[in-house]
């Protein structure tokens, strides 16, 4: 399948989750299933991986879903508290991110590096109709998926232990939250200063956008299918 295909049918399948009702999720839910049971383990695996990563900012979306949208309170006793609205309306932003998450691993995984960016580079070109750089935004991308590889090599091989790693100073009675927190903000304060220290020391290098393809006429069947499904169900 063209790249561009896949980068237009992950971005309709986005607004179908985001935007889409519970019969929008189910659907998708059950398409990354299909895509990813055919697949090596391995895609899964770093899935998961992904959402681990975001696992604090699941949590911050539900806090707030939960005890800031009104509604019936899950319990009646309570003055205030979770409502049934925020545990819907939570869950299911929680569900479509989820999903988005995968397709996104997916598309990445299954698309090598130039191709996407050749694909990316061929979506922009109403850019170029408006007198736009296109092949900068291409460029600044292609480097942004190189610092990222980068920044996880740093992170994997950063050295354990240090004065960043102890427990904050105080009294003894910080809590094991306080403590952990501390080493986050040290561990993130390292990185920085490493990856800037990796970006002064590397020298210029040309970058090679490759020229962008068109689509075949009879692939663009999917994304017609795809947003007839969606629409069918309400979105």
Not at 70 to 99: D, H, K, M, N, Y
Not at 119 to 129: F, H, N, R
Not at 162 to 174: A, K
């Amino acid at each position: 399948m063209h790249p561009a295909i896949k980068i237009i049918l992950f971005l309709i399948y986005g607004a179908a989750v985001a935007f889409g009702g519970v019969p929008s999720l189910l659907t998708g839910a059950v398409l990354v299933l299909a895509l990813y049971l055919p697949g090596p383990w391995e895609r899964l695996r770093l899935a998961l991986r992904m959402l681990r990563r975001m696992r604090w900012f699941f949590l911050s979306i539900a806090l707030v879903y939960l005890l800031f949208t009104p509604g019936r309170l899950l319990f009646s006793a309570w003055p205030w508290g979770p409502t049934v609205e925020g545990l819907a309306g939570g869950g299911q932003r929680i569900a479509s991110l989820v999903l988005i998450v995968f397709a996104v691993n997916l598309l990445l995984r299954t698309t090598p590096r130039p191709a996407l960016i050749s694909a990316i580079l061929w979506c922009l070109t109403p850019l170029s109709w408006l007198g736009l750089p296109r092949e900068r935004l291409a460029v600044r991308i292609a480097l942004t998926l190189d610092a990222v590889d980068s920044v996880q090599v740093i992170y994997r091989h950063r050295p354990r232990g240090g004065d960043g790693d102890e427990d904050p100073p105080g009294d003894g009675r910080l809590t094991s939250l306080k403590a952990r927190l501390w080493r986050i903000g040290a561990t993130a304060q390292r990185l920085v200063v490493a990856v800037i220290e990796q970006a002064e020391s590397v020298p210029a290098q040309a970058i090679e956008v490759p020229r962008p393809s068109n689509p075949p006429l009879a692939q663009w069947l999917y994304p017609l299918l795809l947003s007839a499904l969606f629409m069918a169900l309400g979105w």
